[in-house]
């Protein structure tokens, strides 16, 4: 289970090159250096591949819940057996620490798979009786063929997350990991053949978006689609796939509130209000970019977080020590910091970080900024009204409920929010009125795989998690029977 220089397509079972025999550059953040080649895949490899996933159809759609659970329980151990492999393959595509890698993108990938095997077999659906004359039973059947599109920020981990409900239903699935991050994806192909996944089950095509990507949305066969990304790609996926009446399940952007009320535990806020901002080099969805914190302790946190900010270790993703690796990709360290330029001009103060990183020696060329805190810019500056999904929060003071709720939801995304206080009756009443999917409340990212996740407004449609996600995997028929 090692990178390897030219990654292939999984295609009716099979490692395959590209239709075109053209190949893009695969570059590690780490360095900046090209180190393998990914397929530049194109509407004809999506085609053999929905044919793939065609044929294998019948035969997975109805072999029981159990021997799914079986196949992908395997694959769930496989991947766990060589966490150290696919961590290192993530951090070397990704830039993430390796401890990271190994704490969270691999065992959540597993787990995913493992979650959904086990739900399938424990999936119900509704019955209703009609007094004493009829009754009626939903049937909950696969769909066909799914496509799944994922980005890089948890490559390994959101992939898990789409493909899993989709094959645990009785679904073929014909998969685009993304372009920048396609290594996991190429392991896992590996690892379904050794868990034994039925050929076609699962295909895995690489590529770029608005080609590979766009085919799998284009095609005819394809019933429903998955996509976790930007707001932008998923309008553009939306405005094809919907006059073709598709199932769309859409992940998008988001501009994270954490609300921060002064009778809050304050060494736990700032502890997880530290992970919250800069995790994953702050390239996380549910990330809380926008700081606002009640004035009596305004000072205080300003002054606690940006020392603790200062401390955070930047560099090598493969030591322990490291707190923030690299950023993804060049393209994407440009776009973070011309937002800090933004920030400057909208008239903020960098309070610390601010700049993009020259490392030395085997960093040299990798794409390294500093985690950057922000003041006085208020809450509809540009800068606090775009996505940036980097290491870069700004800090805003508010002196009561009614404004700091308009704050946070002032903005188009309603992905999450977090609030911390100990006043439960607060807190309940915040959350009922936050535009956001998921709320987290004196914690963050505390992730039960049942509940229900996804965000409102230009943050997606649909949600995914538990039963939701194996419903929206299923097209329910309802049978009516009359006595
Ligand atoms: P992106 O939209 O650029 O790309 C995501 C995937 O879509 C990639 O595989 C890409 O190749 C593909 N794609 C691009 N254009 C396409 C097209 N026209 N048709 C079909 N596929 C296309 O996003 P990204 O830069 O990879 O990821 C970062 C974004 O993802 C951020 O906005 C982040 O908030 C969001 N995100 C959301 C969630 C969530 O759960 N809501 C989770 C993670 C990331």
């Given at each position: 289970?090692?990178?390897?220089?030219?990654?292939?397509?999984?295609?009716?079972?099979?490692?395959?090159?590209?239709?075109?025999?053209?190949?893009?550059?695969?570059?590690?953040?780490?360095?900046?250096?090209v180190?393998?080649?990914?397929?530049?895949?194109?509407?004809?490899?999506?085609?053999?591949?929905?044919?793939?996933?065609e044929?294998?159809?019948?035969?997975?759609?109805?072999?029981?819940?159990?021997?799914?659970?079986?196949?992908?329980?395997?694959?769930?151990?496989?991947i766990?057996?060589?966490l150290?492999?696919?961590?290192?393959?993530?951090?070397?595509?990704?830039?993430?620490?390796?401890?990271?890698?190994?704490?969270?993108?691999?065992p959540?990938?597993?787990?995913?798979?493992?979650?959904?095997?086990?739900?399938?077999?424990?999936?119900?659906?509704?019955?209703?009786?009609m007094?004493?004359?009829?009754?009626?039973?939903?049937l909950?059947?696969?769909?066909?063929?799914?496509?799944?599109?994922?980005?890089?920020?948890?490559?390994?981990?959101?992939?898990?997350?789409k493909?899993?409900?989709?094959?645990?239903?009785?679904?073929?699935?014909?998969?685009?990991?993304?372009?920048?991050?396609?290594?996991?994806?190429?392991?896992?192909?590996?690892?379904?053949?050794?868990?034994?996944?039925?050929?076609?089950?699962?295909?895995?095509?690489?590529?770029?978006?608005?080609?590979?990507?766009?085919?799998?949305?284009?095609?005819?066969?394809?019933?429903?689609?998955?996509?976790?990304?930007?707001?932008?790609?998923?309008?553009?996926?939306?405005?094809?796939?919907?006059?073709?009446?598709?199932?769309?399940?859409?992940?998008?952007?988001?501009?994270?509130?954490?609300?921060?009320?002064?009778?809050?535990?304050?060494?736990?806020?700032?502890f997880?209000?530290?992970?919250?901002?800069?995790?994953?080099?702050?390239?996380?969805?549910?990330?809380?970019?926008?700081?606002?914190?009640?004035?009596?302790?305004?000072?205080?946190?300003?002054?606690?977080?940006v020392?603790?900010?200062?401390?955070?270790?930047?560099?090598?993703?493969f030591?322990?020590?490291?707190?923030?690796?690299?950023?993804?990709?060049?393209?994407h360290?440009?776009?973070?910091f011309?937002?800090?330029?933004?920030?400057?001009?909208?008239?903020?103060?960098?309070?610390?970080?601010?700049?993009?990183?020259?490392?030395?020696?085997?960093?040299?060329?990798?794409?390294?900024?500093?985690?950057?805190v922000?003041e006085?810019?208020?809450?509809?500056?540009?800068?606090?009204?775009?996505?940036?999904?980097?290491?870069?929060?700004?800090?805003?003071?508010?002196?009561?409920?009614?404004?700091v709720?308009?704050?946070?939801?002032?903005?188009?995304?309603?992905?999450?929010?977090?609030?911390?206080?100990?006043?439960?009756?607060?807190a309940?009443?915040?959350?009922?009125?936050?535009e956001?999917?998921?709320?987290?409340?004196?914690?963050?990212?505390?992730?039960?795989?049942?509940?229900?996740?996804?965000?409102?407004?230009s943050?997606?449609?649909?949600?995914?998690?538990?039963?939701?996600?194996?419903?929206?995997?299923?097209?329910?028929?309802?049978?009516?029977?009359?006595?």
């Open positions: 289970m090692k990178p390897v220089k030219y990654i292939k397509n999984y295609i009716g079972g099979a490692l395959v090159p590209p239709d075109s025999g053209d190949y893009l550059d695969n570059v590690s953040p780490f360095n900046g250096e180190y393998s080649h990914i397929p530049d895949s194109d509407a004809s490899d999506v085609k053999k591949a929905v044919e793939a996933a044929r294998a159809f019948p035969e997975w759609s109805t072999c029981g819940a159990e021997k799914r659970f079986r196949i992908l329980t395997r694959l769930a151990d496989i766990e057996q060589n150290e492999d696919f961590a290192h393959a993530e951090s070397l595509d990704s830039g993430k620490p390796i401890t990271m890698s190994r704490s969270v993108d691999i959540r990938a597993h787990s995913n798979i493992r979650f959904f095997a086990t739900a399938i077999m424990h999936f119900a659906s509704e019955s209703h009786h007094e004493g004359d009829a009754i009626n039973f939903t909950r059947q696969p769909i066909g063929v799914i496509g799944c599109i994922s980005p890089w920020n948890l490559p390994l981990y959101l992939f898990t997350w493909i899993a409900p989709a094959l645990a239903a009785g679904n073929c699935v014909v998969a685009k990991p993304s372009e920048i991050t396609p290594m996991t994806a190429f392991l896992l192909a590996k690892a379904c053949d050794e868990a034994g996944v039925p050929p076609g089950v699962l295909n895995i095509i690489h590529g770029l978006g608005p080609k590979a990507g766009q085919a799998i949305v284009e095609h005819p066969k394809i019933k429903a689609i998955s996509f976790t990304g930007g707001t932008t790609t998923g309008r553009e996926i939306a405005r094809i796939a919907a006059p073709m009446f598709k199932k769309l399940s859409l992940e998008l952007g988001g501009k994270n509130p954490n609300i921060i009320f002064a009778d809050c535990d304050f060494d736990k806020m700032i997880d209000t530290l992970r919250s901002s800069f995790s994953n080099n702050g390239q996380i969805c549910l990330c809380g970019s926008r700081i606002f914190v009640e004035r009596p302790i305004y000072e205080k946190f300003k002054e606690e977080f020392k603790r900010t200062r401390f955070l270790k930047i560099g090598d993703p030591l322990p020590i490291t707190d923030l690796g690299a950023i993804s990709s060049k393209s360290m440009e776009k973070v011309s937002y800090i330029e933004l920030a400057k001009v909208e008239g903020g103060e960098i309070l610390c970080g601010g700049n993009i990183i020259e490392q030395e020696g085997k960093l040299e060329g990798g794409f390294y900024l500093s985690p950057t922000i006085g810019l208020p809450h509809d500056a540009r800068t606090n009204r775009e996505e940036i999904f980097g290491p870069v929060v700004t800090i805003m003071p508010f002196d009561t409920e009614e404004e709720i308009s704050y946070a939801n002032s903005v188009v995304y309603g992905l999450s929010a977090t609030i911390w206080t100990k006043d439960v009756t607060r309940n009443r915040v959350a009922e009125k936050l956001a999917g998921v709320v987290w409340v004196n914690c963050w990212l505390k992730r039960d795989l049942r509940t229900p996740f996804g965000g409102m407004k943050s997606g449609v649909g949600r995914e998690g538990g039963l939701e996600a194996l419903r929206f995997f299923t097209e329910p028929k309802n049978v009516c029977i009359k006595y």
